[in-house]
């Protein structure tokens, strides 16, 4: 397992406390509205405060660093993690699924609990995939969001991951 760099582990230290007081979280969720389409909003807002939070985020970061970036892609930064969406949001079960080696359990059928949520964060890009798929949601955003954890991909993947990496 390639070992993760400290920004990342410090930003998972942050969003972990978030998780664990979520009043913390303020997302600025008229910001959000102005980018997404009303099916991709109404599934934004199902997120729970510190996911939205999150997402938009990874939205400003990679428009601070690319402001020339499509508004396909400020979109599906903005719902890259709604594939967890139903994931209970429990610190430990956050805690570990960083911690412990990455879960080789299939996407279907969907688990509960702590093995639900290590199969959540393995396959939350395909779920939130198909979740904006389902809502009639922008296909270009789908096959974003579907995408941004492909390390092979270059190009605005590659801006999406980065922002995603740093906040």
């Known amino acids: 397992m390639k070992a993760k760099p400290t920004p990342w582990y410090l930003n998972a230290a942050r969003r972990t406390l978030v998780t664990a007081l979520p009043a913390l979280a303020r997302p600025d969720d008229r910001w959000a509205r102005r980018w997404l389409s009303p099916p991709e909003s109404s599934l934004f807002q199902q997120l729970p405060p510190q996911e939205r939070a999150h997402g938009i985020e990874v939205a400003r970061r990679l428009l601070a660093g690319h402001p020339e970036a499509r508004p396909q892609l400020v979109r599906a930064a903005l719902l890259h993690d709604v594939g967890k969406l139903g ?19 299939p996407a279907e059928p969907r688990r509960r609990g702590l093995a639900g949520a290590r199969q959540a964060r393995r396959h939350h890009a395909a779920y939130g995939a198909a979740l904006i798929r389902s809502v009639g949601g ?14 092979s991909a270059g190009g605005e993947l590659a801006q999406l991951r980065e922002a995603d990496e740093r906040t």
Do not use: G, M, Y
């Open 87 to 105: 994931t209970p949001q429990f610190v430990l079960w956050r805690v570990l699924t960083h911690l412990l080696p990455e879960a080789r359990i």
């Open 138 to 151: 922008d296909e270009e955003v789908a096959r974003l969001v579907e995408r941004h954890h492909d390390a």
